[in-house]
Structure formats: C-alpha cells, structure tokens
C-alpha cells in the first residue's frame, strides 16, 4: 500500500495573474501524471486498446496555494476498486505540503467504446497492489 510520485514539470501557462497555479490547470496536472502512471502499470493494457476507459467523475479540493516553480509532485494511487470503475486519488505536493487532493473514477469501456464493461480479474489484481487510504474531504 504506497503511492506512487510522478515528478511533473511545470509550464508558465500553468500560473495565474499573481504566480500561483491556475486552478484550472491542476486538473490538467491531474491528468497529465494520471496517464503517465496508468501507462506503466501492469495489467491495464485493454485500457489502451479495446474499448478504452472514460472519466466519469473527478473532484479537487484545493488545499494550500500552489506556487510557479520548476516542478511539483503528484503521488498516486487507488483509493476504490468497484465493479465497473475504480478511483485514482491524486495528491499534488510542493515542498512537501499538500497543494491539493483529488480523485478521478474511471469506467473501463466495452470494444463498442460507449457502454462500460467490469473490470477483469488481472485489472483488479492490477490495481489492488497500488491501494492506498481514501482521502478525507473537508468539512
């Protein structure tokens, strides 16, 4: 149970009028590390093939000002496997604290590409061993 960190380099267009990152872009951070990471786990190949997989929801809370440096860190890791989805939490970290915690449910895809399929044993297995605690939302 350990997530996994992606090292993601910054971009100027990433900032907002005052230095800070763009609210808007930690969504595509979120992305960016949720791609790289999934493309190097085991086990999740129809995920680039077949029918694909979708994002059905996704959440951010914004925990602290996120600053325009060089780079920041993502860590990742599966917070919920369901039957037909599972749930990838994302933690943005500058400095070692917590810019902000969010998390993506994706749908795995049947060949037809528009209805959802259940995971398969290997996915599940695949993703059981990057489990990690879900977050706590604030009140």
Do not use: C
Not at 36 to 50: C, I
Not at 72 to 79: A, D, N, Q
Not at 87 to 106: C, E, P
């Amino acid at each position: 149970m350990a997530f996994t960190d992606i090292p993601i380099a910054l971009r100027w267009s990433d900032q907002d009028a005052n230095g800070h990152l763009n609210n808007a872009r930690i969504v595509t951070l979120m992305e960016e590390s949720r791609v790289r990471w999934m493309r190097g786990l085991e086990g999740l190949a129809a995920f680039r093939g077949l029918g694909g997989a979708v994002v059905a929801s996704l959440t951010v809370d914004y925990v602290a000002q996120g600053e325009y440096v060089p780079e920041m860190v993502v860590r990742l890791g599966i917070e919920r496997i369901g039957s037909k989805s599972f749930t990838i939490r994302h933690v943005g970290l500058q400095d070692g604290r917590t810019v902000f915690d969010g998390s993506t449910v994706i749908v795995p895809l049947a060949a037809d590409r528009t209805t959802s399929r259940s995971l398969t044993g290997a996915e599940r297995e695949s993703l059981a061993a990057h489990e990690v605690p879900a977050r706590r939302r604030p009140s």
